[in-house]
């Protein structure tokens, strides 16, 4: 089960932190990965790290986000900085043993979703 936490409306050029809390299964064993969605849009990627550590980034994001885990504590983090209006979406985090990309269709295993709005 995955708990997403730690959205809000922010402005543009602000910081905000995600937080994605894991329980159930080995959560050093899981790849995780954040995606959003905005409003008639498909969901996409924007981030994810391998169960080693590596970190893959959506290119839009890149230099601006930073994932994280904590495997003490079963948790996942996005850092977002430089926050910009089109990054308001809701975020989503989502975990899985096997696959590693940024297809959403890979993961088997979705929070609920965090609303980001970023203010102009």
């Known amino acids: 089960q995955l708990q997403a936490s730690g959205g809000g409306l922010v402005q543009a050029g602000g910081p905000l932190r995600l937080s994605c809390a894991a329980s159930?299964?080995?959560?050093?064993?899981?790849?995780m990965g954040w995606f959003r969605q905005a409003p008639g849009k498909e969901r996409e990627f924007v981030a994810a790290?391998?169960?080693?550590?590596?970190?893959y980034y959506a290119y839009s994001v890149k230099g601006r986000f930073t994932i994280s885990r904590d495997n003490a504590k079963n948790t996942v983090y996005l850092q977002m900085n430089s926050l910009k209006p089109e990054d308001t979406a809701v975020y989503y985090c989502?975990?899985?043993?096997?696959?590693?990309?940024?297809?959403?269709?890979?993961?088997?295993?979705w929070g609920q979703g965090t609303q980001v709005t970023v203010s102009s």
């Open positions: 989502a975990a899985d043993t096997d696959f590693y990309g940024s297809r959403p269709g890979g993961y088997d295993y």
């Open positions: 159930g299964g080995t959560f050093s064993n899981y790849n």
């Open positions: 790290i391998w169960s080693g550590g590596s970190e």
